[in-house]
Every structure is written in structure tokens, then in C-alpha cells.
DNA sequence: CAACCCTTTTGATCTGGATCAAAAAATCAC
DNA sequence: GTGATTTTTTGATCCAGATCAAAAGGGTTG
């Protein structure tokens, strides 16, 4: 199973800034990420809002897009230079069918997302700004201090402004 | 397989008030609510907070103590008197083992609760209390009549009496 | 290396919703 | 039904964080 998905793998790199996947499409394929740094973000009121981030070792994607084949709100850039294994939706399906481990995988990877949903919703409310800082800080205790501080602070739902006092004081 | 899940259900009735799950204890059974209102929630400071509710033709339990059998803070309980049917976690995994469509239905439901998610988190950054109360009402269009107003303004992550004015105008 | 652009910081003011307090209304138990 | 408990509403005050404005850094491009 490991060289049937191996064999249906594409390699890529995508530039600094680079947009990865655009909200007016429909998102075919799924990234895994070697090495580099990748946003998922939406557009509001013209502003971009960082929905979440995702870094080496990690499968990327436009969920709602990619599971339903369907156009989402979701844009996916590069915050660095970024290098990729892409899974067409295809082949994925292809293997659910064929190996029911793959099916498996996939349930329990989210679930496990699932979890952290929940955690995320949790530190939302009745947190203060810091509190919400702070608990970023350890969700990504990683790659916190490789991503810039406007596309943290519309992650929290906070200011840029505000971020930036938080950080100054202690 | 329909026959093999029937089978496995077992029925039972909670009455108003009644708690369904104690989050001290592992999460061994998931409930289909045939009749009634479930709510889940935790402990903070002492006071109750709402993390979701579920009606009729849902399934409910306390998500990551249910998958990973390991204590979590959730507890659930009746709004209303309740009718269920449990399945018992070994019985699940058991159908899992033997019907790929039932781990394939699995996969699905979380994807869509997945994408309920993110939109609530989506919901919760950048609105205003009157907005998060609009989107709850939409979220729960057919049950938010059901839920007493403490238990609304703690899912929503603002104070009763804020609750109370917003619905008071218009 | 300078001109430009983008990101971060600092300052002043304003406001939505929290907090504290208590009355009114609804629900429950006997 | 009637008193007790719980839930909801109304009122007054306060503050964390938003908004508006502008200065100060940092990068990158010819």
C-alpha cells in the first residue's frame, strides 16, 4: 500500500507567497509537506483571516473543497518556500477503495482533528487576548515564531495592534 | 448490517435533568436520540458551559473519551426527558471490523462535523454578540426554542444579561 | 545604497459587552 | 394553590480591546 501511494505522489515547490490552491476553484488535491510553511486563509471585507497553519510533516488542504469537490472560501499560500507531495482526489478515493486501512487512516486522522476543533472553540471563549496568545503559542510552540504577526493576530480574532502590546509587555 | 447494528442497540429513557455521561468516568456508548435534547457540557470555575446540543435522529457522546476511552471533560444531560438507543463501543468496533461501510460512514459524519467546525469558529472571531446569537439560531433553527437562555448564552461565550438585551430589542 | 513598500510599534480615544446589583417572572415541590 | 427556588430581565458602572492616526523598523529591488 506504501508504493501504490508513493507511486501517485507528485512532487513540487511553490515560492514564497505563492498561492497554493485559490477559493474559486475546487480543491483536487491534498499537499503533504516536506518542507515549508503553508496558510489557509479567507477573505473578509477584503481582509485576509487566517483560518490555520500547517508545516512539515503535515497534510494540507481546502477541507470542505477537497471532501465535497465543491468551491469553498478557503485560499492556500505559501508563507516560505514551500516543497510538496500532492495526492489527487482520484487516486485517494482509489486507495480508500482498494485499502481499507487507508479508510482508516483517514477516520482517525480526524478525529484527531476533530479533537483539536474542540480544544480550539474551548480557548476561544471567555479567553482574553493574551490568554488567546498564549494558547497559540503552544498549539504551534514549532512554528509560532516563523509566521507574522498579522496573520496570528486574524487567526486570534484580535487586532494587530493589540498583538503587538502583548508581545511588548513581558 | 442494518440487522447487525439493530441488533447491538440497546433502548433506554433519561428523564429532564438526567445526566447521560459523567465525564469522571470513560465514555463507553454512543446514543441515537430517537425523542428529546442533549446537552454537552463542561466545568469552568464552577459554572456550566455549553459545548453543543443534539436532538432527535443525532448521535451523541463525549467525542475524544468515546475514541480514545480515556476520561475527558465533557458531561452530558437531558434539557428534556430523552429517549435513546446506545451502541457500545465494542460493538461499534466490532462493525468496523466487519462492514467497510460502516468505517466509510464514519469518515463521512466526521468530515460534516468537521465543516460545522470550522464554520463555528469562523462564527466566533470578528462578530459581535448579537451576530454569534443569529448564527446560533440558524445553526439550531428547529431546537433553539428548546434551550434555556443560560445555557444558550454560555455556548455562545457571552453573559446572560448581554443574551437577555439582545433578544429584548427587535 | 537609496527609494519604496510592507510590517510592527506606539499613542490617544472610544465603545461593546462584562460585572455587580436587584427586581420581576417563570417553574417547581409539596 | 402557595411558598420556594430558579430563570430572566432591567439598571448602573467599568474596562479590555477596538479604532483611528502616525511614527519607526525591516526587506527587497533596481
Redesign the pocket.
Known amino acids: 500500500m506504501q508504493r501504490e501511494l508513493a507511486d501517485r505522489l507528485t512532487l513540487c515547490t511553490f515560492k ?1 507567497g505563492a498561492l497554493i490552491h485559490d477559493a474559486e476553484k475546487v480543491c483536487t488535491r491534498s499537499y503533504f509537506i516536506h518542507q515549508g510553511l503553508v496558510r489557509v486563509y479567507f477573505l473578509k471585507e477584503g481582509k485576509e483571516i487566517s483560518e490555520y497553519f500547517c508545516a512539515e510533516q503535515e497534510w494540507v488542504n481546502s477541507p470542505r473543497s477537497f471532501m465535497q469537490q465543491r468551491p469553498d472560501i478557503y485560499y492556500l499560500d505559501a508563507i516560505e518556500e514551500t516543497q510538496v507531495a500532492g495526492l489527487d482526489v482520484q487516486d485517494l478515493l482509489f486507495l480508500f477503495g482498494n485499502f481499507p486501512e487507508m479508510e482508516r487512516y483517514a477516520r482517525l486522522s480526524m478525529g484527531t482533528a476533530y479533537g483539536h476543533f474542540m480544544e480550539r472553540i474551548t480557548s476561544m471563549r471567555f ?5 488567546k496568545y498564549l494558547h497559540f503559542c503552544e498549539t504551534y510552540s514549532d512554528i509560532h515564531h516563523r509566521i ?4 496570528i493576530s486574524s487567526y486570534l ?9 502583548i ?2 509587555q513581558k
Chains 1, 2 share one sequence.
Open positions: 514564497k479567553t482574553t487576548a493574551r490568554e507574522p504577526l498579522g496573520m480574532g484580535i487586532t494587530q495592534e493589540t498583538l503587538s502590546r508581545r511588548a
